[in-house]
C-alpha cells in the first residue's frame, strides 16, 4: 500500500509565499512522476505541475515563474514552492504520484488535499 501526505497549505496575504510538501510512503520501488494539481471551489482540477524522473518538468501557464516544483528522490518527496501568490491560486491542491510498486504495479495515487487560501 502507497500514502502520499501532503503538508504546507493555509492562509497567505497577496503577493505572500507557501512551500507545499508531499511525502509518498509505502511499497515503492520508483516513482516515474510526481506533481501538484488543484481544484478551485466550482471549477475542475487542474494540473498546476508536475515533474517525470529525469524528464522535462511542465508548469501551467497560470504559474509559470512564480511556482517552482522541486523533488528529492531519496526521501520520496515532492515540493512545490509558490512564490507571488494570487488569489485566484486559492484552491486545494493535491499531490499526485504516478508510482511503480514492489510487485511492480504502476498505480496512480492521489494525496488528501491541502487548503491553500490567498487573501488580505
Known amino acids: 500500500q502507497v500514502q502520499l501526505v501532503e503538508s504546507g497549505g493555509g492562509l497567505v496575504q497577496p503577493g505572500g509565499s507557501l512551500r507545499l510538501s508531499c511525502v509518498a510512503s509505502?511499497?515503492?520501488?520508483?516513482?516515474?512522476?510526481m506533481g501538484w494539481y488543484r481544484q478551485a471551489p466550482g471549477k475542475q482540477r487542474e494540473l498546476v505541475a508536475a515533474?517525470?524522473?529525469?524528464?522535462?518538468?511542465n508548469y501551467s501557464d497560470s504559474v509559470k515563474g512564480r511556482f517552482t516544483i522541486s523533488r528529492d528522490n531519496v526521501k520520496n518527496t515532492v515540493y512545490l514552492q509558490m512564490n507571488s501568490l494570487k488569489p485566484e491560486d486559492t484552491a486545494v491542491y493535491y499531490c499526485?504520484?504516478?508510482?511503480?510498486?514492489?510487485?511492480?504495479?504502476?498505480?496512480?495515487?492521489w494525496g488528501q488535499g491541502t487548503q491553500v487560501t490567498v487573501s488580505s
Open positions: 499526485n504520484a504516478q508510482i511503480v510498486s514492489t510487485s511492480r504495479a504502476i498505480v496512480n495515487y
Open positions: 515533474m517525470p524522473s529525469g524528464g522535462i518538468t
Open positions: 509505502g511499497s515503492i520501488f520508483s516513482i516515474n512522476v
